[in-house]
């Protein structure tokens, strides 16, 4: 990847708290993948498939492992930097590469800001946003182009609302809270009983509270509490297109990946991770550190640590199993047929 | 739920031409769910799960179905309401207890409007409105912020479009229809015919229908048809994320819930349930009363009132048995190879 | 359908290049499909279901294959028009009744525009729409209202972005594509490493390349590259509520139909079908001309041309026998147990 920066490996290396193996005084001029690294870029291996060969990469410098012992230093053909987490710090030099637009505070003459509005320092509101009664917004927080803000929400400092947004009335966003474009907040759930031969409406009274350090996708929708909150605990990442129903609590660090959708009053726990394309049944329990599977169709409880796929779901272990006979059932079914047929024949026989 | 509101539960029971047993001088101060209910809040009750135990909820008030007779006056620890639909009237009380905010009839000088705008009394235009030609709103018609209103448009009275909706042109709504945030209505259909090596574009020419009580959730998308129309009945309801085809017609009082996809030209009855992630494949016909459970995949005609699941789709009683074995699928197979070989080795012997 | 507009046949057939089997001077007044079209009506026949069925129509003309000689001249109760593609044509006359309506260039009062703004001749940028820093527009290119271009975005010509749609910085777009309302690009991808205890955020800094003559569904999310490229190669459409994730290739003239998800780092040969809601996982390759059912769970690579259904994705024939073979699964499973049951008992008798 082109860029206007250059920087000193030694430099890049301090910063990551890493240890440079081979030349520190090399010039880095970019940063790419493993595979697409030419030879002034810096990339990283974090995994043997490449790690074992460090040889063929065209970088300059590779971030390795602390305890990365695998090279000689005698042909090694580029630089090396020891790291605790590659990765992570790969990515930290991306972002020096890659700096932040510097937004310029202030609030668009366009917007239009309800009563009783409190906005903390530094806070950037931009054309087109609409924000009702009762708003409080902390420090540094930015609501992008064209977002809505409903009545009585309030958000936490340095919290990023990207643009088209909607965050509909009494939603409570915490601190350091992303939104990607798109997202609905707060919407009411599909709640309807019968009477009089149609689905009556049901008033959606509840909230959404969404807590610090949550990364929401685009396009999410995430229906508000019928009584009392839909929850998201912090640290909780979402994936693009998914569908939160009403009172549905997520817990901390919990990853939910593109297009799955939870349905009302399900609870999850922490650390779970629900894969992309999973639908979850209402009023059901994931516990802790569960993972469900892609696609999967959960029906019933899940326990802690637990990892299932498939639909109905089953442990995964069972569905890889069953994944691999699925297939062959044409052949299992002939199979049976001449079995019995062989049987049969064998019992007429005197 | 906290409020600002007290009501005696005597008129509470009036409104719902209710009748108290207990103490009717009760004054209420909330609203709240069986388990979260505390002393001086009301809840409902219309299921034996909470009607068998009503000394264990902290309400000081339960609606009750009218003949429920399992209580004794005298160890009774809260007042009972007596009414005709616990549920329903249960959540009008919650609407006294959150009055809807009184929006301010008018139109914000930030919105834009075309030519032959025809508005009726009482409308709302909020900021950042766009409105094409020759539209038509009923009287209180609601347009939030951020919404896109094509040529040609008609919205029948009470009609509330949410932040950030697009309705294109020709669409034609009618009236108490409420649609939530983020949601397309009449965007082209996927239509194209191959010609010289590409897939070239077919005009949609066609319209999108809403009639009367329909509610349609966050991030639908609704396709207008080829030629004529896409048409959802009144009545009918659909959850969030929402995919429906070009020509689809949806019959009256259908529900629809998350996620769901129906391709072009499909026809559904009336008082279909559709449950989440199912999709139905285009130009089938789905009969009144029939149920498609979660995650199904339809591929052929639903008979009116049969209920169907499983992909490919079958009678929702034969899924049930389906999904209980697909997961002995590996011992089902390993039984049937012992068989085989018990079987060989019998004819092999003399 | 009614229409302001009348057609001489001989005319309608002279813009196609077709020839006129009939009364040549026909005044054709609207357009129709072959079960809708009344007397005065244009429609198409391009199939033996509506071919064989010529005197059921009540159209006045039919659009019919060029070598099409299924009929009697004597007792044709239509006019015919033979057509080198009449699917095609036929909606080529449906525009003709529908024309487009003339857009007036211009850039709308309450559009804000970044620094460093090329517009090319005849754009039109409508209400409340936002343009960042750096943004070059080729001739005639639409925003509609309510939309979001971010820094550094590039557009050819004659590209329509519809209302509402949110396209990020960096992203480039070329010639004559159209984006459906709602649809997000250049979302950051759902990309975290865990880190003391949370999951960290990798800045995205890639960007999104669509190619000319791209058309992109409603509500549809395109998540940047990490490092590099999302890339949609020319003519590739895609319907609504499609997730692609970051990095993600789609080959020349790919059709992605509704509700799809394809994961991260996956690459899409050309004139690849993906049907509705199939899921696709990340770092795959899927063949040139490969078809993937509805619903389908891709889970390896997909060879050039093969046609693949079912989860987990197996060769479209295998998966119709094994469809068929699900259901009777409570069957197959009875008459394994019945037959081990008379092997058994054979077995004990002496």
Known sequence: MKSFFKFILKDLAAMLDGEVVGNAQLEVSGCASFGEAAHLDITFADDPRFLNRLDQ???GAVIVPWDFTGFDRETLTCSLVRSKNPRLHFFRIVERFNPAKKTVPGIAPTATIGKNFAGGKGITIAPGVTIGDNVTLGD?????????VGDNVTMGSYTIVKPNVTIMDKTMIGQGVIIHPGTVIGSDGFGFTPSRGIHEKLIHAGFVQIDDQVEIGACNTIDRGTLGRTWLQSGVKTDNLVHIAHNVVIGENTLIVAQVGIAGSTT????VIVAGKAGISGHLTIGDNAIVGPGAGVVSDVPPGEIVSGVPQMPHKLWLKVG????????????????EKRVNSKESTP
Do not use: C, E, S, Y
């Open 324 to 339: 691999r006979i699925i297939p062959r059932l044409p052949d299992i079914r002939k199979r049976l047929l001449a079995l």
């Open 57 to 59: 990469t065209r970088a």
């Open 268 to 271: 999850l726990g922490k650390n």
């Open 140 to 148: 540094h927080v930015q609501l992008m182009a064209g977002v809505f």
